[in-house]
């Protein structure tokens, strides 16, 4: 069965927030099986060529520049990820609930505001409803911004994310000093 898009946005929240931070990652759950890898890290082709080139060549230069960028595909299908998911509605459902209740109470006073405005001209706007329009998105972002802390919160916690990353990352050749040391440690702690 596909997530649903909360679901989506949760799972990419809960390991977005334990990934490294020295390279860019785009997430994407994925139904590949629950026998296929649960964690699945790419990069683009071509933007791992012209960052090589622009060793060699001096004109390519802002191609070294840019940050590296990877693709990151959560297989949703996988046990593991699912008991990662399941974890996570136990752990910060409580938590998580009246933060979603006043998210969709501001979107609902956001999409009425639109509706009044939309039946007017720019010029008979009021500063007021402009600034109450402005007031109720920045509202909806401080919420989402709360929602996302809460699962960095648990994520933080939870070994198994930071595992599966970081088993993701050493079948790549990306983990490498603290990071692997932890990721040794972390192991036989699970292990025991």
Sequence with gaps: PELSDEQREEISTLFKSALPTDAEFSIQPENL???AAPIIITQSEYMRRMKEASKYQAGMAFYAQMP???NLVLNSDHPLIKGV?????????????????EIKGLEARLAVLHQSQSA??????TQEEKDDVKNTEQSIQEQRTKRADIIAAYAKGNKVVHQLIDLALLQNGMLKGAALDSFLKRSVDMIK
């Design 120 to 125: 007017k001209k720019p010029e008979e706007i």
């Design 33 to 35: 099986g629950e026998h």
């Design 68 to 70: 590296d960028a990877f």
């Design 85 to 101: 998911l399941d974890g996570e509605k136990q752990e910060c459902g409580s938590q998580l609930s009246p933060v979603d209740s």
